[in-house]
């Protein structure tokens, strides 16, 4: 990961924290961990969609070890953003309850 990719995702890492507690969700692990993969998530989703699939599509297909170097990118990426999704799960599960209790409450308001 580049320096500038980790600056991105410190700075989405920022702003989501906060928009997570002023949604209502307390400070502790699960918004230190959603906020984090989030950014990871986000970042490397726009990566991969903006530069290594694109360059993956343009390869000549003779450019076999290249494409082979490609591959295994593209398996990288997806692994790193399969594993965000993984460990993102059980806060993402607390934070949609959490959303759905606020939803429940400014009803009955």
Known sequence: MSDSET????SVQI???????????????PVENLSRQLAHISVLGRNF?????????S?????????AHLGM????????????LTDIEPDLI??????RRHTASTRHQ
């Open 49 to 57: 969609a903006e530069h290594t699939l694109p360059l993956f599509l």
């Open 73 to 84: 990118s593209l398996k990288c990426d997806l692994d790193e953003i399969r594993d965000s």
């Open 15 to 29: 702003r989501l924290r906060h928009r997570l507690m002023e949604l209502g969700m307390p400070d502790g692990t």
């Open 59 to 67: 390869i000549a297909p003779e450019h076999s070890d290249s494409l």
């Open 7 to 10: 600056a991105e995702i410190v």
């Open 94 to 99: 607390e934070f949609v309850q959490l959303l």
